[in-house]
């Protein structure tokens, strides 16, 4: 979403980006720019019109064939323990 959430040792910022891109890469991506879409539309929403704005997206994203896949490999062992599926 733009924010920094780690540090690197000096010189090993190209390093860190790649390996922050390649998790990211992993993780849903039906979900991940719903969420990013939800959070650029909220900026100067009233807070109600923002929950109403992130359940209209979360809605798409549980109808969507990535959530059922999804579920269906978690279901089968896939993605336990924090791991990217």
């Known amino acids: 979403m733009g924010l920094a959430n780690r540090l690197t040792e000096p010189g090993g910022a190209l390093a860190g980006a790649i390996e922050l891109a390649q998790e990211l890469a992993r993780l849903p991506q039906q979900c991940m ?35 059922r896949e999804g579920v269906a490999k978690y279901s089968a062992g896939a993605g336990r323990h924090g791991e990217s599926a």
């Open 33 to 67: 720019r719903s969420d990013r879409t939800s959070t650029y539309e909220q900026w100067g929403m009233p807070l109600v019109d923002t929950f109403r704005n992130e359940h209209e997206h979360g809605i798409e994203v549980l109808n969507g064939t990535e959530f």
